[in-house]
């Protein structure tokens, strides 16, 4: 199957520090990425979605000023959590998607577990 | 407001036994739900998908049922094995192509 990678898979970083996640389909060019978060026992709950070359459309309630996002190219998009403070505390979740569709299938990365001290 | 509820966090079955996961919706405007797979420290895995005119879906050991006027639908494995262990959601979509997860439930198979 189709793997998507994510780079770091966790990170520590102190207070006010903004720290950059990759995420990237290795094996097949993503018409469109997802970007999620996952509190502990929670379920994984969508921040924004991605196109290639055009800006984000970030959910209700997420400061996209705050949760930057940048969809390079078909194969990288990158989430940088900007002046991070404990409550971003959390994991980190990205899928990409071959296809407009969503019967077409969302193949999600590792995560990456963020730590802000 | 969570539209898509996974009531059991938990589930523990026999190796070779069935085991039934229940996923519940609140919006009746979903017209497609998936079943994904997650090991510790890994992504959730697609494992098995129903469109809202079918009320079964069947692949290998998986079936999927979809209950439209309950809103309610059901992962059944059988047999169950123990590299069946792991935490399933269910995840639901509509018009807006966004995959919308329950809390999930944690499958822990006895051997």
């Known amino acids: 199957g189709a793997v998507v990678s994510q780079h770091p898979s966790w990170v520590i970083c102190k207070s006010g520090t903004s720290v950059k996640i990759e995420c990237r389909s290795l094996?097949?060019?993503?018409?469109?990425m997802f970007w999620y978060r996952q509190f502990p026992k929670q379920s994984l709950m969508l921040m924004a979605t991605?196109?290639?070359?055009?800006?984000?459309?970030?959910e209700q309630g997420v400061e996209k000023d705050k949760f930057l996002i940048n969809h390079a190219s078909l194969t990288l998009s990158t989430l940088t959590v900007t002046s991070a403070h404990p409550e971003d505390s959390s994991f980190y979740i990205c899928?990409?998607?071959?296809?407009?569709?969503?019967?077409?299938?969302?193949?999600f990365g590792p995560g990456t577990r963020l730590t802000v001290l | 407001d969570q539209q898509v509820k996974q009531n059991s966090p938990s589930l523990s079955v026999q190796e070779g036994r069935i085991s039934i996961l229940n996923c519940d919706y609140t919006?009746?405007?979903?017209?497609?739900f998936l079943w994904y797979k997650k090991y510790p420290a890994e992504g959730p895995t697609f494992l098995i998908s129903?469109?809202?005119?079918?009320d079964k879906n069947e692949d290998g050991r998986f079936t999927v049922f979809l209950n439209k006027s309950a809103k309610h639908l059901s992962l059944h494995i059988v047999p169950s094995q123990p590299g069946d262990s792991a935490v399933y959601f269910c995840?639901?979509?509509?018009?807006?192509?966004?995959?919308?997860f329950g809390t999930g439930t944690l499958l822990a198979v006895q051997p």
């Open positions: 899928s990409a998607r071959d296809g407009w569709g969503v019967t077409d299938t969302q193949y």
């Open positions: 094996d097949f060019q993503a018409t469109t």
């Open positions: 991605s196109n290639e070359g055009s800006k984000a459309t970030y």
């Open positions: 919006n009746s405007m979903f017209d497609y």
């Open positions: 129903i469109s809202s005119i079918k």
């Open positions: 995840a639901a979509a509509g018009a807006t192509n966004k995959l919308i």
